[in-house]
């Protein structure tokens, strides 16, 4: 399993080299980008789990903001708005329309 590689390794050990030769690998390498990109996922499921048991003992804040971070497309708030014209067909923006009467009042 690929996270047992990740958790075994240790960041005292781990060089600014090594960091940028796993990279350059990852580029290269359509294997280890595999392997990397599922140990990646791995992790996320771990942690995913560990929020889980947490959030029904101390901590929904955490679970929540550790969700929407970690799950974009599935926790992440969204919300919409959407402005249409008639039977929600487009809007027709009248660039040389005639000047209201009620804006001659407004004008100082």
């Given amino acids: 399993m690929a996270v047992a590689a ?11 080299f090594e960091s940028v030769h796993a990279r350059k690998h990852r580029k290269e390498d359509p ?10 996922e791995d992790g996320i499921d771990l942690l995913v789990a ?7 003992h101390s ?7 550790l969700l929407k971070a ?3 497309e599935k926790y992440r708030q969204t919300a919409g708005h959407e402005h249409s014209g008639p ?4 809007i027709t923006i009248l ?3 005639p ?3 009620w804006a001659k009042d407004v004008k100082t």
Avoid: H, Y
């Fill in 6 to 16: 990740v958790a075994a390794a240790k960041p005292s050990t781990i060089s600014v």
């Fill in 95 to 97: 660039w040389n329309a």
């Fill in 31 to 40: 294997d280890f980008r595999q392997a990397w990109d599922q140990a990646i």
């Fill in 50 to 56: 560990e929020i889980m048991l947490r959030a029904r």
């Fill in 87 to 90: 039977d929600k067909g487009p």
């Fill in 70 to 72: 970690l799950r974009p």
């Fill in 99 to 101: 000047e209201p009467a």
């Fill in 59 to 65: 901590s929904d804040l955490l679970a929540m903001f």
